[in-house]
């Protein structure tokens, strides 16, 4: 194993325990509607119109951020050694 392998490794490893802290930090998204359509209840909350701003929408971003950051340094540690090899 190479040191670019370990630390790649070591990178890997930190995105993935971000990635699940992340998840587990999220709110549950409910189904409710059905509940919702016979309530009469509007969409027209806060949370819809400051979607990009609250907590939860942070999180989704940063979530998605890490995960396309986790494949690429997936494909990252398994190219490098095809080209580092010699």
């Known amino acids: 194993m190479s040191v670019l392998e370990i630390i790649g490794g070591?990178?890997?490893?930190v995105a993935?325990?971000?990635?699940i802290c992340?998840?587990?930090a999220q709110d549950q998204?409910?189904?409710d509607s059905m509940t919702a359509a016979l309530t009469g209840?509007?969409?027209?909350?806060f949370y819809g119109k400051n979607e990009?701003?609250?907590?939860?929408?942070?999180l989704n971003k940063i979530t998605r951020a890490l995960g396309i950051a986790l494949f690429v340094i997936t494909?990252?540690?398994?190219?490098?050694p095809i080209f580092t090899n010699k």
């Open 52 to 58: 990009g701003r609250t907590k939860e929408a942070i």
């Open 29 to 31: 998204k409910s189904q």
């Open 16 to 19: 993935c325990i971000l990635i």
């Open 41 to 45: 209840s509007s969409s027209d909350s």
């Open 10 to 13: 070591a990178i890997l490893l």
């Open 75 to 80: 494909l990252a540690v398994n190219i490098i």
């Open 22 to 24: 992340l998840c587990l």
